[in-house]
C-alpha cells in the first residue's frame, strides 16, 4: 500500500521514459526539468551529486541515476518500479525490431520525423549545463576544472576513461584546501554487503555456466552465452553506448571469424554486420536508455535457433543481463558513497567532481554541435539553419517558460514531420 502514494511519480517516470532523447547528456536536461524544477523529487543540488555519483560507476550512467532518484523517494522497492518502467518501453522496441528486421526493406530512422531530434537534444544538453554552472561553479578552482573538463570532453569524447579520470582528478584537485571540511553529523552507517555479494555471485557463476554449457553442448547453451555476455558487458562499460558500441561489435562480429572460433568450429554468438549497424542507429533515434540495444542483438543473436520463444527470450535475457549490473552496482555504492561523504576527504572532493562533471557537460554540448556548425552550417545546407534554430529555442523554451519537456519533444517531432 505505501507504493500507492508513489503513483504519481511513476507516471511521469514513464512519460519520461518515452520522451526522453538524446542519450545520457540529453536525459539529464530533461531530468532537471521534469524531476527537480517540475515535480521536486530532488533539488539542483542532489541531481548534481547523483549524476558526479553514477558518471564515476561502469553501467548505464542516466539509468542509474533515474533508479537512484526512485531510491530517494521510496528505497528499494520504488527503486527497482522506478528501473524496470525506465527500460521496459525502449526495450519492447528493441526487442521487437529483431522479429520485424527481416521483413522490412528500409527502416532509416535519421531522416523525416526524427531528423531535429539531435538538435533537440543538444539543447536539452545545454540547459542542463546552464543550471548545473549555477549551483557548481562558485570560485577560481572550480572554473578551471570547468574548462579543463570541457576541453578534454571535447577533444576525448569517444575515449571511454576520459570521463571517470576527470572526475577523479577533480576530486584529488579540490583536496589540496583543507577549508572547506563538513560539519560533523551523525556517525556512517553499516555497510549492507547485500547487493555486491550479488553482483560477485551472478559474475562468477553466468561465467561458470557459459562456459560449462558451451564444452558440454547443452541444448541451450546459447541462452546462457548470452546472460554471461550481456551482464559483462553492463558490468565493465565506461563511457556509455559510445563504448558499448564497439565491445559488442567485438564479441558478435569479430570474435566469430577468428581463426581460434572457425578452427574449434564453436557455434558462438554472432550477427550480421547491416543488422548491427541497423539496430545501433535506431537505438540512438527512439527515446529511452542505449542500453536497450541489449534487448536487439540478444533477440538477433538467438534468431539462429529458429524458435520465436528462443528469440524473446533472447530479448529477454539481453535486457536484464545489461541493466541489471548497473543496479545492483549502484544501489550497493550508494549508501557507501553516502557513508563517505561524511568524511572531510570525501567532502572537499564533491566540489571538483561536481564542477568536472559540469565541464563534461558543456563540453558534449560543442562536441555534438560542431558536425552542425562546421558540416552543415559551413557548406551552406539550409538544414543546419533549423537545427541551429532547434538547439537555441529548445534552451529558451527550457530555461525561460514552464512548459513541460515532453511538449518540447513532441514539438520538435512534429517539426521534423512537417518539414
Request: overall charge positive.
Amino acid at each position: 500500500m505505501a507504493l500507492l502514494r508513489h503513483i504519481p511519480f511513476l507516471r511521469t517516470v514513464f512519460l519520461y521514459s518515452i520522451t526522453a532523447f538524446g542519450g545520457p547528456q540529453g536525459h539529464y536536461g530533461m531530468m532537471l526539468k521534469t524531476f527537480v524544477q517540475k515535480r521536486k523529487d530532488v533539488d539542483e543540488h542532489e541531481l548534481l551529486d547523483l549524476v558526479s555519483f553514477c558518471n564515476m560507476l561502469p553501467g548505464a550512467s542516466s539509468t542509474q541515476t533515474i533508479t537512484l532518484i526512485g531510491y530517494k523517494r521510496g528505497g528499494i522497492p520504488l527503486a527497482v518500479l522506478t528501473l524496470l518502467i525506465w527500460i521496459t518501453p525502449a526495450s519492447i522496441i528493441m526487442g521487437s525490431l529483431s522479429f520485424l528486421l527481416e521483413y522490412l526493406d528500409h527502416f532509416g530512422l535519421s531522416v523525416g520525423v526524427f531528423k531535429f531530434i539531435k538538435a533537440m537534444a543538444i539543447g536539452f544538453i545545454a540547459f542542463s549545463s546552464y543550471k548545473l554552472f549555477r549551483v557548481a561553479i562558485h570560485n577560481t578552482i572550480t572554473k578551471i576544472i570547468l574548462l579543463v573538463a570541457a576541453f578534454a570532453t571535447f577533444f576525448a569524447f569517444k575515449t571511454p576513461w576520459v570521463f571517470p579520470v576527470l572526475i577523479v582528478l577533480a576530486g584529488v584537485i579540490t583536496n589540496f584546501s583543507d577549508r572547506r571540511i563538513p560539519q560533523h553529523g551523525e556517525k556512517p552507517k553499516q555497510i549492507k554487503w547485500g547487493n555486491m555479494l550479488i553482483f560477485i555471485a551472478l559474475f562468477a557463476v553466468a561465467g561458470y555456466l557459459s562456459e560449462t554449457a558451451t564444452k558440454e553442448n547443452w541444448k541451450n547453451r546459447k541462452a546462457f552465452n548470452l546472460f554471461e555476455n550481456t551482464y559483462r558487458f553492463g558490468s565493465i562499460v565506461f563511457g556509455g553506448g559510445d563504448v558499448l558500441m564497439p565491445m559488442m561489435y567485438e564479441q558478435y562480429l569479430t570474435r566469430p571469424e577468428t581463426k581460434r572460433v572457425q578452427e574449434n568450429k564453436r557455434d558462438v554468438l554472432r550477427m550480421n554486420k547491416d543488422d548491427f549497424l541497423t539496430g545501433w542507429g535506431i537505438v540512438r533515434a527512439i527515446p529511452g536508455p542505449v542500453f536497450s540495444i541489449g534487448a536487439f542483438t540478444g533477440g538477433m543473436v538467438m534468431r539462429t535457433e529458429n524458435s520465436a520463444s528462443l528469440q524473446l527470450l533472447g530479448c529477454f535475457l539481453g535486457a536484464i543481463g545489461i541493466f541489471l549490473p548497473s543496479a545492483l552496482l549502484v544501489l550497493f555504492f550508494f549508501p557507501v558513497w553516502n557513508n563517505l561523504k561524511k568524511y572531510a576527504v570525501i567532502f572537499r572532493s564533491l566540489e571538483g567532481i561536481n564542477a568536472a562533471v559540469v565541464g563534461i557537460m558543456a563540453g558534449a554540448t560543442f562536441y555534438l554541435m560542431k558536425d552542425i556548425v562546421f558540416v552543415e552550417l559551413w557548406n551552406g545546407k539550409i538544414t543546419g539553419v533549423y537545427d541551429v534554430a532547434v538547439i537555441i529555442a529548445t534552451f529558451v523554451v527550457l530555461s525561460f517558460t514552464k512548459i513541460p519537456a515532453p511538449f518540447v519533444v513532441l514539438f520538435c517531432l512534429l517539426l521534423g514531420w512537417i518539414l
